[in-house]
């Protein structure tokens, strides 16, 4: 078996015991006969299925009761759509922090549908290199939420603590950090996550919501992008992605016989520590964000030359490091080391930098 150290920001890489027990599980699950493929979303086996996967989801996370847990498609690009729907009723306005080009896309799909949205702050002017600081005065009081992004995949910035809105329901697109660590969920009205980053291959998203938010949709939404709807069909108001909700649970299965998030989290703090040591440490490379929003998930560094970036990703590849390329919009690197990342993976990237930048001085 050849496999490679994927960096990939998205869809990403797996925990190989997750992919072995799917594989094993692949053609017959348990006594079925059949694959989980072929299985109805209706049948007994997959009703277990979906119901220990919430379950393991809301043990990891400490979700509490008052909250439920949705498995819907679409990706985190629909729920920019859905926040606004779901929950505009509540005053009729909403706050923004657009801190990247995600929460700058989520903002601007509530702007595309005329309802009364502002961008509170944003670090645009500084080319998103680090997380506004943010003060409960800097939004409507009566605004129906605040939505940030968590972590910034493409800038590899994250919010060092959870911002204060008072009363205000806090919405977080968590796509790029759910599960890496532990977070207090009451502080949250909404969470939602797409899961190709560090939850299952790509084709679910997560919608973690507090229960008395569903009484606000715009009732001209859409049935199936409303929470409501979802939350009282247990998310089979029509087929879900079976088998990625099933990949799911494996993955937090695996997550919870590691020792769960806070288990997670010292691996992910060990992991993104050597790599930013090293960083830190010369000056061949440089990593654009501000130390007090570095991510913990989304390394980006850079030679400050293109054309060397460019050999960096390239030769990297060659030697078994994959995807390290950054987003086509910013250029340079980016190491994605979500919690499939072994430490390994890193140890490697780091002593593949010291042997380029050895052997590619700059002019
Ligand atoms: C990847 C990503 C998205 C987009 O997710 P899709 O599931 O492709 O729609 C949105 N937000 C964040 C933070 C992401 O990392």
Redesign the pocket.
Known sequence: MNRVYNFS??PSMLPLPVLEKAAAELITYGNSGMSVMEMSHRSPDYEAIIADAEKMLRELMGIPDNYKVLFLQG????QFAAVPMNLIGRTGKADYVVSGQ?SGKAFKEAQKMGYDVVCAATTKEDNFDHIPALTRDMFRPDASYVHI?Y???IYGTKYADIPDTGDIPLVA?M??CILSEPVDVSRFGVIYA?A??NMAP?GL?VVIVREDLLEYADPKMPTMMEWKTMAENGSMYNTPPCYTIYVAKLVYEWLLSIGGLEAMKKHNVAKATVLYDYLDSQSYYLAPVKKDSRSMMNVTFVTGDAELDKKFAKEAAANGLKNLKGHRSVGGMRASIYNAMPAEGVAALVAFMKKFAAENPKA
């Open positions: 920001a998205g990706g985190a690009s629909l995600f992004c972590n910034n995949t697109d796509s790029s797409g190709q980053k790509a998203t």
